[in-house]
């Protein structure tokens, strides 16, 4: 019998009360140390605040795009500027802002509302973030150095192949892609195991949060979508670069392939961006309308049924290509068809609010913005869904129109009303109510002022991506009411940022549970220790912090001296055994700066692929060799 | 305040309850969803070619692919074994089985560099080339990986530097190869079959 047999006859015994927490958990010091954290608080963190960071890029692009387009035959931007900027906003805007942020608020906010300490594999999930910031680093060092993408955020070839487009613009988009790819599909992994695995004693499927069930749909989507669009985007890259054939029509390849492959993803990231957000509006309903959710089988079964559909509907954004007419007809109907997942939860929550007490807070004006605006994109999708309205409207603004109403009111205005929901939580202090309902106010006046002319400019024949239009084709008044529209949307930007400042410093303080919400993240400290809970608890019910606190139970028998964390069984979560996270460690950076030269030099030379593999290789067997012997033990 | 403890639950299981088993399966799916979608993308560029393989291709031979395929398939057995064996935390038994895995895994990696050998089109030649080296080049980079984490596994085991973790590793090692064996028998079909069964010249 070896000391490992003899460490595993020993009784486990709770070991060294709330300090040894403390120290087991604590963040190692100095500048490596800083590198090497792997709480979910501090990644989720990380990801929140360089989403938000591009967020605001992305919307500086917005703005130089609407001075330029405020008047007729302006000459603002040059035509070939204008074409690097449209391309880098939408670029930022899905890749580094949507879904970064959404995973984030995902992995900040899932390991506390699930009762345990942190997400299954911390240090991949620091792998993710550092890749991540990698792909923000790769597409902005383009941007800056007059490589920006010019092709559009989707990359159609020819235009975006070698044949068309020199230099090196389209290839940061390109490795951009596989960049932030690899990073959600980290997190998405490491969410489907965190939910499945780790979640409180007692939360059975029917009992998780719906946040956590949008995380969970949302993830196995990113796992599922993702590969389409790596591929994709290698199709353009390796034809750039090494001469292959898959979308060049003359030897056989094909770039209306390369549309299927693209929307295949394309069309499912929009619920990756949409369905978290979902969940954030479940949360907030929920909490200020202090009432249990009506309908919860049937808003986790549409919302599953919704990343199912996904998958369905991508040829929907491709009616102009001349498809054969039966698929056009099946895809119009799979089109229509999410009007009926996404009904179903919009009628679920009225229910819920009607009979609810609402506290009209400024979460909750988010909720109800979100519910107006996502509703009118809802209305103009189920138009554009027909094929011959799309055919009339194809790639003019009421496009525009319809999927910033969709991805704006559908996701944008429920993360602001989580900021405001959640950041007593994050920080510990509450945002400031007054100045958050104008900035509602302003936000929501500001996006309808921008958006709505778009439906009518589009129906009156503006083509989107020009850079400029003449003066009789009567386009002047709206794009310029537009354009004001922008400055006020920015300058609820500003007020945000006002009110995020002002609150973290002098805001009132929140306590645990300020807002008498049901769910577990309330039950820990706010700001959260890096262990979260002193004590794991267990959920007695659907709602564990609404049921009566004498029922209140807590696991123990836990150790405090490592980072052990409780594994629960799939379906009804009963404990099943102890595990042990690994603790903080540099080599997630070491092999994300691996991975980021194999992919940031194959941009140049091939040859930098197999130095980027041999540096990760090294790296990975680095993060996996067993430092002390305290790490082979149980 | 009631309490549950847990104090009695094992610190470790080597099994699928783990959640780095789960961790493996999401790789699996991902990695799968990329093999899907590239076959898929296969079938649609031959649908659109009238001539399959495009002229100046040769037909592809079958005997070395097959017998890489046998090996490869002769490999997994041997995964299983070493990923059992890791449960009973049977030394000889884990360094035993992963050294006949890595072996016949070496077999079939050598008959495939063969078989490149006869190939009479690179990447460059047209979309079929692009395509079979695509399959040929993801394939083998993560065959490639995951028998270098097979070998450091192997290592580790052979030093004696290893516990619960390592052995977890192994069982889930297990996992993602049986996902590279069954996944080459598809990729193997169409590319090798493909063009004898629905090529025409």
Known sequence: MNRMDKALTQPDVETGGVAALRHSWRHPGGIIGWFSYDTHQAIGMRYIVTAFIFLLVGGIEALLMRFQLAHPNSGFLSPDRYNEIFSTHGTTMMFLFAVPMMEGMGIYLVPLMLGTRNVAFPRLNAFGYWMYLGGCIFLYWGVFSNSAPDAGWFSYVPLAGPQFDFGKRVDSWCQMITFTEVSAMCVGAELIATIFKMRAPGMSLNRIPLFCWSMLVQSFMVISAMPAVMIASSYILVDRTSGTNFVNPAEGGDPLLYQHVFWFFGHPEVYIMFIPALGFVSAIVVAHSRRQIFGYPAMVLSMVATGFIAFGLWVHHMFATGLPQIAQAY???????????????????????????????????????????????????????????????????????????????????????????????????????????????????????????????????????????????????????????????????????????????????????????????????SPPENYNFEHLPVATSRYPLWTPQEDFTVVTGLRNDRREVLVTTLMDAKPHHRYVLPGPSIWPLLAAIGVSVGFAGSVFNNWYIVWGSILTGLALIGWFWPRRPVEMLP | MNTLDVGDLPPYDISSQSPLWWGQLCTAIIEGMMFAILIAAYLYVRLRMDVWPPPGDQYPHLLLPTLSLIALLISAPFSYLASEAAKRNDRAGMIRNLVLNLVFAAICFTLRILEWRSLNFNWQADAQGSYVWAFLGLHSFDFIADAIFTLVLLILILIGRYGEKQRLGVHVDSVIWYFLVAVWIPIYIVIYWGPHIFGSQ
């Open chain 1, 331 to 525: 895809f119009t109907a799979a089109s229509l068809m999410i009007a009926i997942t996404s009904g179903v939860q919009i009628f679920c929550w009225i229910a819920t609010l009607w009979t609810g007490r609402i506290r009209m807070s400024t979460a909750m004006h988010f909720v109800f913005g979100f519910i107006a605006i996502f509703v009118l994109g809802g209305l103009t999708g189920v138009m554009l869904a027909s094929v011959p309205l799309d055919l009339q409207v194809h790639d003019t603004f009421f496009v525009v129109a319809h999927f910033h109403y969709v991805i704006i009111g559908g996701s944008v205005f429920p993360l602001f009303g989580a900021f405001y929901h959640w950041f007593p939580k994050m920080t510990g202090r509450m945002m400031n109510e007054p100045l958050g309902k104008i900035n509602f106010w302003v936000l929501f006046i500001g996006f309808n002022l921008t958006f709505f002319p778009m439906h009518i400019l589009g129906l009156k024949g503006m083509t989107r991506r020009i850079y400029t239009y003449s003066p009789e084709m009567g386009w002047g008044t709206l794009n310029l009411l537009a354009t004001w529209g922008a400055c006020v949307i920015a300058l609820g930007g500003v007020l945000f940022l006002v009110n995020f400042f002002w609150s973290r410093k002098a805001g009132k303080v929140a306590g645990n549970n300020p807002w008498d919400a049901d769910s577990l993240e309330w039950a820990a400290s």
